[in-house]
């Protein structure tokens, strides 16, 4: 049974373009993250949910919007698509402490791999 | 502030020979530590973490980790290199909701 699953694994689009990636976790956490991994590896965080709620909102371009349906879900939608866009993403979920979840790691998808052309 | 530091970029040892990953962090309250190994076009996976019942945690692998509060490190080790450990491997600190990542070390393992 796969923990937190992300899809497509692997997304090529164009510039210019409007893109979507969809995040499930079936933990039963209430906290999803998505972070962007860059060609060397540094993993920036980008958004946090709790309970739906935004809790984290780094410095990102507003061209790119969380969605949280449900606790289990966090997609990421990406409009205007550029070249420095092009990374690995990836999806993670945890529970928080003040709900049990002290010490609690994350755990993350297999990340999805965005390539602007 | 709650920051991590991972000392090495990259690591190369042989096949057979130890490992040491090293990290320091800083942190305004007790922390959380973990490791994390990614391995080529891989996620994330947890190595260990630190939850303050003891100051030597034993991961996944053979990998163990030390808590020294007075030093500020969480170092990774291992008695053994496999060449299946050649990966980034990523250091975390947790304080609340937050999670804060290391730069990543990558380990190479030489035949």
């Known amino acids: 049974d796969t923990a937190v699953s992300q899809t497509p694994k692997y997304l090529v689009t164009q510039m210019g373009n409007d893109k979507s990636i969809k995040c499930e976790q079936n933990l039963g956490h209430d906290t999803m993250y998505w972070y962007k991994q860059d060609s060397k590896k540094f993993l920036k965080i980008m958004f946090s949910?709790?309970?739906?709620?935004?809790?984290i909102n780094e410095t990102v371009p507003n061209r790119f919007s969380p969605k949280s349906p449900d606790k289990a879900h966090l997609n990421l939608h990406i409009n205007s698509l550029e070249l420095g866009d092009s990374a690995v993403y990836f999806c993670?979920?945890?529970?928080?402490?003040?709900?049990?979840?002290?010490?609690?790691?994350?755990?993350f998808g297999p990340g999805t791999r965005l390539t602007v052309l | 502030a709650q920051s991590v530091t991972q000392l090495d970029s990259h690591v190369s040892v042989s096949e057979g020979t130890p490992v040491l990953l090293r990290c320091n962090y800083s942190?305004?309250?007790?922390?959380?530590l973990f490791w994390y190994v990614q391995h080529p076009n891989k996620g994330l996976q947890l190595l260990l973490k630190?939850?303050?019942?003891?100051?030597l945690v034993k991961g996944i692998n053979g990998f163990e980790a030390e808590f020294k509060k007075s030093e500020t490190s969480f170092h990774l080790t291992k008695p053994s290199a496999h060449m299946s450990d050649a990966a980034e491997y990523f250091c975390?600190?947790?304080?609340?909701?937050?999670?804060?990542f290391g730069t990543g070390t990558s380990l190479t393992v030489i035949p």
């Open positions: 942190s305004s309250y007790s922390p959380s």
């Open positions: 975390v600190v947790r304080t609340g909701n937050q999670f804060y």
């Open positions: 630190y939850t303050s019942a003891a100051t």
């Open positions: 993670a979920s945890s529970q928080l402490p003040r709900t049990g979840g002290i010490n609690n790691e994350q755990f």
């Open positions: 949910y709790n309970n739906k709620e935004l809790i």
